[in-house]
């Protein structure tokens, strides 16, 4: 299973950042000026340590550095623990200066700014939120029209994707800007650290949005077309209607599964009864691939709007170089600019004044196990829980003072109603 996120990457003057009134950086916006002919056009991205892309296309592995590939093509190997090693000794710079410049102990910090970089095996959730920032960063360099992240290998695509809104809702619970501002204001020599905190908490704000707008980013979820396809591949858009990513494409890859290469097979009868031999074979193979397909496709469904379905048949050849891997006629469509699933959620009033109102919240959300349906509440948040696969979905403004009293599935849109919570409701004057 492995899910690509194609993005059209952003040009110079469509990655404008504007600055509020404290000098930091609002989420990058995006605006359709077009790309010019100075960028380079495509760079691939693997997150996956044993990534074989360096091999197929026939180039040494680079760690965080774009290597050229072809005239359009350029491929970065992302070295999460080297980004999670850099990234730890500017913050932990940042803890000493402040242990040297404050009288008062803060605890935890010492410790903290004791720990070596190469101390560090992994932090969950940190590695996945900088190569994102490392990604976002690309795309706003103004240096690709498209970049392709591979989110195949031993990463779970969905955990990596939201990495960004995980960590942020971690720092603002355990310690809310609202508490880091008024500790810098008692404590100027904390001031250092709480900007630091306040810049990784903008930049979860920022991949988490870049990576959720329909109009920047593709997703593209490629499933094989055997047992373990159909069983997974509801299960998977049910977790990406979920978290509201803009899906493109499912590409149903018929070059994977336990079959017998029959083109290969054929090359080596050696003799008319074996050639009639492998010919039964494949006529058997092929039935049984023409079933298989039609067990991912039925597993599949009805696709939204603007959501393709593609059938990739595989290759005599071993896919060993990028030519190769050319023939298979893959073809990535942009980004469509329509949310989907949680993303695209709509709220209608009921009817009843004040206190006494109802409201529906609903979206369009795939439910393979609808008795593992589980809601709640956290903040501004409603907690939606699939398949063990839990995720925030914020609420808009005008039910966040609500509360969920009832929630239904009529096999294709999730109905969730709310009602006013009177202890925080406004009262009327």
Known sequence: MSVVAAAGALGPARATRRRNDGGGRTPTRLTGVPVT??????????????????????VFRAPDEPVAVSANLHLLALDRLELLENTWEVFTDVLAATL???????????????????ELTTLPGIEDFLALRRIRDEAISGRWRRIIVDCSGGTDPFTFLRAGA????????LWPRHRRLAAAAERPVVAQLTAAIDTIDRDCHDVTELFADAHAVAVHLVVPDDARGTRLTPHLLGTIDMMGLALRSVIVNRGTGARTSTIADSRLSATQDARDTQDASATGDAEGTESAEASVVSAIGELPPGVDLRIVDPIPEPIDRAARLRRLGVE????????????????VSLGGPGPDGEYEMRWRQRLPDPGSLRLGRVGDDLLVTVGGFRQPVTLPSVLRRCRVVDATWDGTVMVVRFTPDPAVWPRAR
Do not use: Y
């Open 332 to 347: 990535l469509g942009d980004p469509s600019g329509r949310a989907q699933g949680a993303a695209a959620a709509t709220v």
């Open 100 to 118: 040297t410049s404050s009288a008062a102990v803060i605890p935890g910090v010492g410790a903290l700014a004791e720990v070596a970089s190469g």
């Open 166 to 173: 995980v960590l942020g809702q971690a720092f603002n619970r």
């Open 37 to 58: 002919r100075t960028e380079h056009d495509t760079l691939l991205i693997t997150i996956d340590r044993t990534s074989p892309a360096t091999q197929m296309l026939g």
